[in-house]
């Protein structure tokens, strides 16, 4: 079946350590969501790629960053973790229309990675 | 801009209780309306979605009607079950022709169902 998949399902890092998590998507859907989840939280969107445009949120902080090597794969990269990092990290994807045009589907998430900071 | 106000939970019912979680939205033209359900420590599933108005979405025994006059979505469910216990996401992406196609999300509902 088509799907989103994060890999790992849990993660563990230090204080200031950093720590990149991964999506990846068999749906050959042209954009990719990254959001934050905190406990009891609706998801907050944290950047997000339509085809290889980069658009980060007005809010996101510095230390988390993105890369898209391609279609297929998504990391998002916290450059020094702290504690108020600790979260659920869910990625999603939709499909666009042609290029520049809105997105009209639904977004699908994948199952998230829950990010422990030490 | 654009917003999502749902019931605040929790709520807490008894299997094969009806179901109503409320949903009212605030946007510009057409949005698209979801409601996503999240099980413990798992990922955001779709539900069900509409597009415009008067459109009924459903999906295992869940409904919502997309109702414009009003700005709801509510969900419905007839008669819920243990499994059904989760916590539920109103949500709306931009209007069709504009360029807001991200998610905004409601506060989230946590239901619990009771055997």
């Known amino acids: 079946d088509a799907m989103v998949i994060q890999n790992p399902r849990y993660q563990v890092t230090q204080f200031g350590k950093p720590v990149t998590l991964s999506c990846s998507q068999t749906l050959n859907h042209n954009v990719m969501y990254w959001y934050q989840q905190k406990s009891s939280q609706a998801p907050k969107l944290l950047f997000h790629y339509y085809d290889k445009d980069f658009n980060n949120e007005a809010d996101t902080p510095d230390n988390f960053q993105s890369r898209r090597p391609n279609t297929s794969f998504c990391f998002l990269d916290i450059r020094s973790p702290g504690l108020g990092d600790a979260a659920m990290y869910l990625c999603?994807?939709?499909?666009?229309?042609?290029?520049?045009?809105?997105?009209?589907?639904?977004?699908?998430f994948g199952p998230g990675t829950r990010l422990t900071v030490l | 801009g654009d917003s999502v106000t749902q019931m605040e939970g929790p709520v807490t019912l008894s299997e094969e209780a009806f179901l109503t979680i409320n949903c009212t939205y605030t946007a510009t033209g057409y949005p698209s309306l979801f409601w996503y359900v999240q099980y413990p420590g798992e990922g955001l599933q779709l539900l069900l979605k509409?597009?415009?108005?008067?459109d009924k979405g459903s999906n295992k025994g869940f409904e919502a009607t997309y109702r414009k006059e009003t700005t709801s979505f509510h969900l419905e469910k007839g008669s819920v079950q243990v499994s059904d216990s989760a916590v539920y996401f109103c949500a709306l992406t931009g209007s069709r022709g504009g360029s807001n196609y991200k998610l905004t999300f409601g506060k989230g509902t946590l239901l619990t169902v009771n055997p």
């Open positions: 509409a597009t415009k108005a008067d």
């Open positions: 999603a994807t939709s499909s666009g229309g042609t290029s520049g045009g809105p997105v009209l589907n639904e977004q699908f």
